[in-house]
């Protein structure tokens, strides 16, 4: 009767012993990428956009609906009844509404929206540039970030960072939104600082140079056109004496009376 109570005790200890290898079976098994983000030769000789679009494609399908906008006109001008209720994912507190919006950064009513698509009041996302500026300051040199995908808000060769842009009726309607990026919009590769820099370095002594012909130009023009004025005056004076002469010849050879005509 011993033997037999102290059996089921001694069967029943295997079952944690398997909990534990098929444990330990899946610590060592190497990670499972996705497959939105493995690299194909395809990719890499398109470039990586094919990349990047399945990308932000995952990243459409995986975040909130209450911070990602990808196609701010169609939401939100499509008319009031089916504009979504926009709040605020950091704070929770600050609702936008199209129709008031503003590009103030301190005022609660203002939202910005990102490349990705994501947006967020202005006063949260100030506070994160805050933080992510005061971030690249020290040792650890992090890079500025969307707060809630984690998209590199950086241009791709001046590395300079992206503001994000206000989200205004007026600039909705004004066209002066640029696209996301899973509407088929882009980082450029440079901000437009360095762009102006660069284009005044490479036509600002060309623009120098015409801008001085034209001036030189202009400047023969009015003398030229001085000239011509007091040529005519000239010629017009001249006129007038050949034409008091005429009268005056005609008298003195006694054209008059009833020799003259009408004319």
Partial sequence: ????????????????????RSRRSRQHQ??????????????QAAG????RTRRYLSLRRATLHESFVPEPRCTFLSGPDRAPALICQICFEHRFDPANSTDAPNQDDSFVIMPCGHVACAPCMGVWQQHQQQQEEGPG?????C??????????????????????????????????????????DHCRECVDGVLLAEFGPRL????????????????????????VDVL????????????ATRESLGAGGWCNTVR
């Fill in 48 to 51: 990586g956009e094919m990349l």
């Fill in 208 to 231: 120098r140079a015409v801008s001085a012909q034209l001036a030189l130009a202009r400047g023969r023009l009015r003398a030229v056109r001085t000239r011509a004025v007091e040529t």
């Fill in 236 to 247: 017009e004076q001249h006129r007038e004496c050949l034409t008091r002469e005429k009268e």
């Fill in 141 to 145: 040199a992090a890079a500025a970030t």
């Fill in 30 to 43: 190497p990670p499972v990428t996705s497959p939105t983000t493995r690299s194909t030769p395809q990719d």
């Fill in 147 to 188: 707060p809630f995908c984690r998209l590199v808000l950086r241009h791709g060769v001046c590395k300079h960072r992206l503001p994000a842009r206000y989200l205004t009726r007026r600039g909705m309607l004004s066209a002066k939104l640029p696209r996301t990026i899973p509407d088929g919009g882009r980082i450029p």
């Fill in 1 to 20: 009767m011993e033997d037999t109570g102290a059996r089921p005790q001694h069967e029943a200890s295997p079952a944690p012993i398997k909990y534990l």
